[in-house]
């Protein structure tokens, strides 16, 4: 049989997601878990480098978890586990530290970001997140990592880590692909059009969030902001708003944006938004419901957790053993 190429993706288990974080991400996950060897991990240590409540990231940890396999992560294909289990992350990201330039993470988009959003809290993890990032990836040897467009740099730099390394000593690590996600991307804010659907928008009307009530869905969807035409018909540029909501609905109905033009024509933006909540809802729902369900059975993820991270350490610990014997760290 041939061996699978390796697949690594993570999630961090803080913000709300969207149900654009839940097209452009897991959704893609699940039609790659047949054909690779997955791990999907929850980034919980990625998510200390802003400050974080500790009970509301044990509980979302466990929430994120169940979200996966509600959404039809089959936790027999693939390997679901939470960062903080494996030591092995955090031991490689001090040694590829040894490799890493502090003017090169000084530059990252997201650090300088992150730093004028948190300037109260510019932390030490917060400039080595992509440290961190870069061992998840390597330790697996992953051949591929499916992540949104603003993880490019991020997975660039994962890259450029595992070469220098592999010239520094010798071959080690694979150098991992980036799998850029396409859809999903094209979510927009239902406030303003012009900008991404986001977690951590201003305003939280113009975010679906996973975990939103039919009621709320329908009454975002009812205030999304359209135009003063009364036409639903796809065109970006002229129409951005009720674009957006075509595109969400075919997601979420499967039918094509075509299809859904026509069967809205004529009728006005109310019934056509109240279609809409009423679309992501339907899917949503038994998925929430799922997720619920999973939540309460803790034996079940917990059993799930215990041997997830006893495989994700067996694979982990071969690719650090290899780099302990490389940089002459004594073995015994
Ligand atoms: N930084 C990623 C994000 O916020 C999450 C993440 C952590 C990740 N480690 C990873 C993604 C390894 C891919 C591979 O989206």
């Given at each position: ?293 999973l939540i309460a059975d803790k034996d079940y993820l917990n059993g799930l957790l215990k041997r997830n991270a ?23």
């Amino acid at each position: 049989m041939e061996e699978k190429k390796i697949l690594y993706s993570a999630i961090q288990p803080t913000n709300n997601l969207t149900i654009g974080n839940y097209l452009g991400a897991i959704k893609n996950w699940l039609g790659l878990q047949n054909d690779y060897e997955c791990y999907f991990a929850i980034a919980n240590m990625h998510a200390i480098t802003v400050r974080q409540n500790p009970a509301e990231l044990r509980q979302k940890t466990l929430s994120l978890l169940a979200l996966y396999l509600a959404c039809g992560l089959d936790a027999e294909k693939c390997c679901l586990y939470i960062q903080s289990h494996v030591p092995a992350h955090a031991e490689l990201c001090w040694v590829l530290n040894t490799i890493t330039y502090v003017g090169e993470m000084s530059r990252m988009t997201q650090f300088k970001d992150k730093s004028a959003r948190h300037a109260e809290n510019v932390n030490m993890g917060l400039m080595d997140y992509p440290v961190l990032m870069a061992a998840d990836i390597l330790l697996y040897q992953a051949d591929y990592v499916p992540v949104g467009e603003d993880q490019r740099q991020h997975l660039e730099i994962a890259r450029d880590i595992a070469r220098r390394f592999n010239t520094v000593y010798s071959p080690t690590f694979k150098e991992p692909e980036g799998l850029f996600m396409k859809v999903g991307a094209k979510i927009n804010d239902l406030q303003d059009p012009s900008k991404k659907m986001s977690k951590s928008a201003e305003n939280p009307n113009g975010s679906i969030f996973l975990s939103d009530g039919k009621d709320e869905i329908i009454r975002k969807f009812r205030r999304a902001v359209t135009d003063s035409e009364a036409e639903v018909r796809y065109d970006p540029e002229a129409k951005p708003g009720v674009s957006n909501l075509l595109s969400i609905y075919s997601l979420f109905s499967g039918k094509s944006i075509e299809e859904a033009e026509r069967e809205f024509a004529g009728r006005g933006y109310g019934e056509f938004k109240l279609a809409v909540g009423e679309a992501v809802a339907a899917k949503l729902e038994p998925v929430q419901r799922e997720q619920q369900r999973l939540i309460a059975d803790k034996d079940y993820l917990n059993g799930l957790l215990k041997r997830n991270a006893e495989r994700a350490a067996f694979k982990a610990e071969r690719t650090l053993g290899k780099v302990y014997k490389k940089i002459g760290f004594y073995q015994i």
